[in-house]
């Protein structure tokens, strides 16, 4: 016999309404009855939908090296949390970055639009460099040859990952082109001059993009301690002279040196639009890729692609449920009647805790979806099937339920153990080898068996015995199939 079958029974209707809530809601407000003004609690629980679903970029990267020579998995590790934060901070939201068989970088990003702008931010290495070209002032996007980039550099220089841009704040930059799209010139066949590096993006503490005093776009930087004992000290002896700051060797900025510059602070100015100074900006704060990255695959889906994959889906999958519930009712009658309800319970939910913690939907993740629903019959069926064996022993309702419970658990037990264990296998091959599609499909999986669980157990046992204790039926070869 079931305890407190009534204080179940409200639970589950609590339960209910929480999740037919979170289903039907794109966010969750609860205001503050103390404040009518402010938000006691606030969620936005718009179901995030996978590439497949909604179009976008996925691209595959892994160590441009020279053959033997080994990429170690922090280095790895490393590049992954950089192109990461570099995307997020474009805009780029529920990017999935993973690190794939040790050996590959493999990026999702669900409804990206410019596809473009997030290879270009991958690509680049961000290579900062202070430049000392004397009297020379090179126009934007020449290449120069440095010290560092030639690797005689000076010792007492510098040189590490940047982090950030900059530029003295009171130089005038030469405007002959676009820093986003800057057109090298050529270069000579006669030795290039090599120029010292005074400073790399290392000492960078960080990045904003700003004004400048024409209130055009430009990007105000910070230095650390010793930047900017380097950048006062060089200031101070440079004095007329022309400081070129460079991106991966490339001319952005060319300011002349007016004045000492002590306070470690300043600013790179240009010719930018407030896209490009934004994405430089980016390139600088989250600093260079530890290893270079070549572009091994890159696929694009369309989002009319994704559209008609997600309504496919979704007919697929009502299809399904009619077809399950129509077989569970007219195969066990009243059970099959109860069983219905507590699978749509069920699919309620399931899909309110997708919403609620953001899980991506994938088409493998709804394939596994599905999947756990016939995990939640297999339990049904189970539990019917000892029923009506007690019934035709010719135990009562009450002993019937209670015996075929009992004695399917075992069963079920095992087989929905058997299935976590699975998921949990197949999730730790694709976070190995970076197939986001078994990742995906075992994640749904493992969280619909689990669910299902609960409602064959909980949902279906209290709503069958309440039926039971009102309706009392009489004719149980009519109501049970026996």
Known sequence: MIRNLYTRLVLILIIAALAIWVDVSREIQILNPFNPDAMLFQRNVEPRLGLDLQ?????????????????????????????????????????????AGGSRIVGDFPGAEDTEAILGTIRQTGVLEFVDTGDFT??????????LTSGSTDETSPVGTPASATETPDATPSQTETPAEPTPTAEATEPQTVY??????????????????????????????????????????????????????????APRIEGAIPGGQGQITGNFTAESANTLAVQLRYGSLPVPLKEVETRIVGPTLGEDSLQKSLVAGLIGMIIVILFMVIYYRLPGIVAALAILFYAAIAFAIFKYFHFTLTLPGIAGFLLSTGAALDANILIFERLKEELRNGRNLVQAVDQ??????SSIRDSNLATIITSAILYWFGSQFGATIVKGFSLTLALGVAISLFTAIYVTRTLLTIVLRNFKPQNLQAWFGI
């Open 55 to 99: 179009g976008g970029l996925q691209v595959v990267l892994e160590p441009d090296m020279p053959p033997g020579v080994k990429v170690e998995a922090a280095d790895l590790e490393t590049a992954r949390t950089i192109i990461e934060n570099r995307t997020n901070a474009l805009g780029v939201s529920e990017n999935l970055i993973q690190v």
């Open 138 to 147: 090179p126009e934007e996007g020449t290449i120069l040859m440095t010290d």
């Open 196 to 253: 010292h590096t005074v400073m790399t993006g290392r000492e960078l503490r960080s990045v904003n993009v700003g004004v400048d005093q024409s209130g055009k776009p430009a990007i105000d930087f910070t230095l650390s301690s010793t930047g900017t004992t380097i950048f006062a000290q060089h200031t101070t002896a440079n004095i007329g002279k022309i400081l070129a700051i460079t991106l991966d060797r490339r001319v952005i900025s």
């Open 404 to 409: 075929g419970w009992t004695r399917a658990w």
